[in-house]
């Protein structure tokens, strides 16, 4: 049916295009689409620009630098708004705001990028999630972001959620608008349809590439999730965890409260990175201090406790029953685990721009400097939330018709995060696997890649890029499955290690050069 929709898409749009039934497009039919119409969809189009190959790129948020990518195409980039309105409060306004890059060349195949935050911008499209070295849109494809439904004055501006359709819109509605709007004005402009289309981000980003796959399954062909803010309610309470137990611990500063970062000196943090690695390091063939098998690594806290005498490289015991008890996660009086805990690797005291778990985490929404934690009232409080079931719209398991008409799935997340547990998109996998007939036959349609060492989407001390779009591509049009993504990381100059599809993991031969990744095999 949708195939049909866009053989008819030019019955549906009409604009002042100059361009002709080609893959290619022109500065004049770049201007053209100033005058684009849509119908039954109220965009209004702010302005079209024509980049010449290697063009700077617009300012970042807030009128920061442009994001540091690879050069790019000669493109034409169009914004525009959907639905402008006023809402709430009095005097805001609100709309669907995008912007799509179509290049000079088009390859024939779509991209859609994820935000990031609470969004409230349109950032550059360009598609640079776990891309490597090299953006969709320097690779040929068209490429659209969008704001989701208001402008935000920071990273996490949530002030537009006293208003119920810019609320709907965050949640889950705008992505699905802009993508098929995009690929309308794609289909017209270039003279047919994109060929294929993919959807990649990260953390927010990742939620709406869930969303992707479980409300808008015929959308896209191939959907890359990154570390995904799917149910930040519960995340939320995870950190809060973890910082209030460190607390108890904690000295307190002059207006007597507990510094959560200071609960573990420096030299202890290092202290129980060391331990880590010393008892996990190695189980996947090779000391590196990277620890690829992670479902292998058991680390005690106490056996860091000092003897008489030590140094301060050692931990009281009651800082090594606080730090089991944080990285454990928080359970409710009945002893259900209300949030995963996290996993024991190198990178939980880095600090790559945010804080490591082992600083306390990111505590969002209050509560740093509290001791002690009622889990069940905050358990209470997300139920009896009326937004909070929009911070959960990614949970749903039920994929059957996005993989029934081939849709793949890729997901990936670093194991040190400290704001989502990799271990919720461990068991989010698990249960999605559970869902759709068990782990060989989902295997044949999504795979998850853990990324030993690194943060929230990349950072600290791992190998934090890799191809996933290349690897994504290839198995939506080649069927060619990927079994391993090739990784390096700026933490291990000249160093490649294969990312295994969970569960698998790097293990290393026991010959060859320990810093090539064709050294390793996945293994169980």
Known sequence: MRSSLFALSGLLLSSASVLAQTSRTTPAACEALQTLQ?????????????????????AGRAGG????????????????????????????????????????????????QGGGGLNGTVQNPIGTSAAGDRSALARGFAVVSTDTGHTGTGAFDGSFQQDQQASLDFAYAAIGRVAELAKRIIAKHYGKPPDKSYFAGCSTGGREAMLMTQRYPLLFDGVIAGAPAMRTSYSGIGDRWVAVTLNEVAPKNAQGQPSTREALTELQKHAVIDGIVAACDASDGLADRMIFNVNACRFDPKTLVCEDGASDRCLSPQQAVALEKALGGPKDSKGRQVYPGFAWDTGLASTQGIAGLLHGGQVIGGGANSVGMDVDAAVERVQNDPGEPLSTTARWTNLNTFSGRGGKLLFWHGVSDPWFSALDTVDYYNRMTQANGGADRVREWSRLFLVPGAGHCGGGPSLDRFDALDAMVRWVEQGVAPESLTATGAAFPGRSRPLCAYPLHAQYKEQGNPDDASSFECRP
């Open 65 to 112: 630098p442009a994001p540091a990518v690879s050069k790019l195409p000669a493109f034409c980039r169009v914004d525009g708004v959907i639905d402008r309105r006023s809402g709430v409060p009095a005097g805001a306004t609100y709309g669907i705001g995008f912007a799509l890059a179509l290049p000079e060349e088009w390859n024939g195949r779509f991209l859609m």
């Open 38 to 58: 849509v119908d039954g969809v109220a965009v209004t189009i702010a302005k079209t620009q024509w980049f010449v190959a290697g063009a700077p790129l617009p």
